[in-house]
């Protein structure tokens, strides 16, 4: 079977990428294949199941067509640049367009070094493959844009971070892997020329309709504020928001430390190398703005007045705030029942929010449970939440359940799930993966509770870790 590749990105100049194969492994088995993506992308399901179909997802065969490269780019990394970035266990395999008519990269997570590894050994561990296999097939359950698992396969080898843990490969789908920092690579090396191919493809690929690089600038930034309303929404902290795991699709990409919020509270952060809390929950959408700013530097140079080019620049990237609070009261809106929102509900939102803060509320099923008898349960302070219910019967739609209902998730991938699943699969057991796996894709139906229930103390998952 021949995964049907037809690729764009191999064809741009070779300053934005290396050519070249996966390492292979030395007894790779699969964990998962998603089937209804692989019709999507018009591969055939018999071919899934097969081990020719394994072999391509381990790294060890390359599928007629492909064209296997790493790509270049740069970034902010917590605020500080680094210019030498790229695709350090990761390999492009190609692209398809699916039978939805949408192009997707096929790529292979955890396939050996490339010249972009800075001295890592390019492979992925078994846990956070899993984790991203699990929360990014979450988020799209979720509605949320976001890049997709095709396949998660172990390698049969060990890798070795802290002690020797089982290694895996993950095989991620993306509507492109280019992101804010692959611009910025080009414009700090001046290298003007792969800058406008770049920019040629990204619009024709991502923003046809967009009409020069502010018009391009806006529409990213547009997709980028409805993308975090979204994460706020659902309590989903990215936790590393550097520059260049910011795709430019508007997709939700490389999920490292991420985490879902249990107890509600803004200040929130999983991520271990987070020491000072620069990616927090309630910092989201500001650093949305720092990124959207550092991409818009790297636009100038195509420019042909950039003085010019540095003032409307600065209007675009200053309407954030506007653009995002307009998304985000549709979507919070949405989640108590209001369809038509107005700027009173502002308020109604925040004081609710507070509420969970001061009582430690479940952020998920505070949500999920408003509409109903059980809902003043979330709440040490039952008379607060009274008079705030008071003020929201006066302004919720006559059918604000149903609208609830569709707005509000009864099941997230919980941290403590998820390491769960981790650790089980790591001595060879996948159930507890495939079951909360089928869990998540559902998140809008009932199931057993254990998916839905908050941890309890010794369940508790503070810290979350990037697979490097």
Known sequence: MRIPFDNTYAKLPPALYTRQNATTVADPSVIALNLPLADTLGIDRDWMGSD???????????PES???????????????????????RALLLGE???TDGIRRDIQLKGSGPTPYSRRGDGRAELGPVLREYLVSEAMHALGVPTTRALAAVRSGEDVYRDAPL?????????????RVGTFQKFTARGDIASLSALYEHTVARHYP?????????????????????????LGFIHGVMNTDNMAVSGETIDYGPCAFMDSYHPATVFSAIDQHGRYAYQNQPRIAVWNLAQFATALIPLMPDQDAAIETFTTIINSFPKVY???????????????SPQDVDHDLIDDLLTLMQNDGADFTNTFANLSGPSAADQFADRMAFQIWQERWAARRDDNFAGLMAAANPKIIPRNHLIQAAIVAARDGNDAPFHALHAATRAPYADHDPKFS???????????TFCGT
């Not at 020719?52 to 390359?62: C, H, L, S």
């Not at 064209?67 to 790229?86: I, T």
């Not at 609070?325 to 369809?339: D, Y």
């Open 52 to 62: 020719a179909a394994r072999d391509v997802f381990a790294g060890n065969v390359m």
């Open 66 to 88: 492909a064209a296997p490269l790493a790509q270049a780019y740069s970034g902010h990394q917590f605020g500080n640049w680094n210019p030498g970035l790229g695709d350090g």
């Open 96 to 98: 398809v367009v699916g």
């Open 166 to 178: 089982p290694g895996a490969i993950l095989t991620r789908v993306a509507k492109s892997h280019i």
């Open 209 to 233: 309709t967009a009409n020069g690089p502010q018009d391009f600038l806006t529409q990213v930034l547009e997709a980028q504020a409805e993308l975090i309303a979204k994460w706020m929404s």
């Open 325 to 339: 609070e307009t998304v985000r009261l549709r979507v919070f809106a949405a989640k108590i029942g209001i369809s």
């Open 453 to 463: 229930n908050p941890p309890n103390a010794s369940e508790r998952v503070t810290q």
